[in-house]
């Protein structure tokens, strides 16, 4: 059973650029969520996905989107990077049972950079 | 506004000891409570749950009690070891409207076991 994994480990990007983050999910799961840590905080939910639909939003603007393949493999899209963007991102998948809380099971995260 | 709160940034005991970790919240709508351990490097890695109907769970070396009326709850381990050294995560979670998985984390507290 392969876990969460992350790509890439670290990124460097410039205020404005754009960047796409990468998630495999845990084998089996359905559901994927996002996460963004910034330094000395927990982490802040972003958006979930569940079959390769948005089911749930945090508080976060629209230049941030996401993609879930049909391999629940997903995507995280930030657009018109900010400073305040700098954070680890991190990834959770889970069986996704309908209605009913799973457990998480979260990947290393990656390190983006924004100068 | 944080609904999830870690009073204590760090924590320091001695190997054998008893560690306890507080979290408090301010959202009566929060009807299941999470801990998870972080080490660096990796993602937060689930250890111990409660759902608000009971007041204590137990796993192991790890209690997490909870108490309603004053919106608060810990985690204790006992006996306390070097490798229970970790950034510990309170979060809590609602079952009403939005996201099935989405947790509210809080600001977390590094734990330190000495030898």
């Known amino acids: 059973e392969t876990g969460v994994t992350q790509s890439p480990t670290h990124l460097i990007k410039t205020r404005g650029q754009q960047v796409t983050l990468r998630c495999s999910s845990q084998s089996g799961h359905n559901t994927v969520s996002w996460y963004q840590q910034a330094l000395g905080q927990g982490p802040q939910f972003i958006f979930q996905y569940y079959r390769e639909e948005e089911n749930g939003r945090g508080n976060f603007p629209p230049r941030f989107s996401g993609l879930q393949f049909p391999n629940y493999s997903s995507e995280l899209n930030v657009n018109a990077l900010e400073l305040d963007d700098s954070a680890l991102y991190l990834c959770?998948?889970?069986?996704?049972?309908?209605?009913?809380?799973?457990?998480?099971?979260f990947g290393p995260g990656t390190r983006l950079t924004v100068t | 506004d944080q609904q999830v709160k870690q009073n204590s940034p760090s924590l320091s005991v001695q190997e054998g000891r008893i560690s306890i970790l507080n979290c408090d919240y301010t959202n009566s709508m929060f009807d299941y409570f999470l801990w998870y351990k972080k080490y660096p490097a990796e993602g937060p890695t689930f250890l111990i749950s409660i759902s608000s109907i009971k007041d204590k769970n137990e796993d192991g070396r790890f209690t997490v009690f909870l108490n309603k009326s004053a919106k608060h709850l810990s985690l204790h381990i006992v006996p306390s070891q070097p490798g229970d050294s970790a950034v510990y995560f309170c979060?809590?979670?609602?079952?009403?409207?939005?996201?099935?998985?989405?947790?509210?984390f809080g600001t977390g507290t590094l734990l330190a076991v000495q030898p």
């Open positions: 959770a998948s889970s069986l996704g049972t309908s209605g009913r809380f799973d457990e998480q099971y």
């Open positions: 979060a809590a979670r609602s079952s009403y409207g939005g996201a099935t998985n989405k947790l509210i």
